[in-house]
């Protein structure tokens, strides 16, 4: 079992930045793959980044990439979201996942067996 809360979302204006992110307990968090989605209003839940077990391989949506980075700190239990140069087309609910059955990451929203709660972005323009 894994537990996942998240923290750091708010309103923000086109352009800005903000961290969100995701302490997670309940088992070996450093051995899982994490990853990050959002959703917004009227639409599905889609892939934003994830992460594999060691940090070492990372994956990103093609509307994100660079502009947003995953990270994360073993040794805290937490995985990162650095969301740069913010667009009012990423406002979304944003939901940390955990895939408790693989070391490497995926895109598949099917993949991750434990989801927070989520925490609101709203980007203003």
């Known amino acids: 079992q894994v537990q996942l809360v998240e923290s750091g979302g708010g309103l923000v204006q086109a352009g800005g930045s903000l961290r969100l992110s995701c302490a997670a307990s309940?088992?070996?968090?450093?051995?899982?793959?994490m990853g990050w989605f959002r959703q917004a209003p009227g639409k599905e839940r889609e892939f934003v980044a994830t992460?594999?077990?060691?940090?070492?391989?990372?994956y990103y949506a093609d509307s994100v990439k660079g502009r947003f980075t995953i990270s994360r700190d073993n040794a805290k239990n937490t995985v990162y979201l650095q969301m740069n140069s913010l667009k009012p087309e990423d406002t979304a609910v944003y939901y940390c996942?955990?895939?408790?059955?693989?070391?490497?990451?995926?895109?598949?929203?099917?993949?991750?067996?434990?989801w927070g709660q989520g925490t609101q972005v709203t980007v203003s323009s």
């Open positions: 992460i594999s077990w060691s940090g070492g391989n990372t």
């Open positions: 309940g088992r070996t968090f450093s051995s899982i793959a």
């Open positions: 996942a955990a895939n408790a059955r693989a070391t490497d990451g995926s895109y598949s929203i099917y993949s991750y067996d434990y």
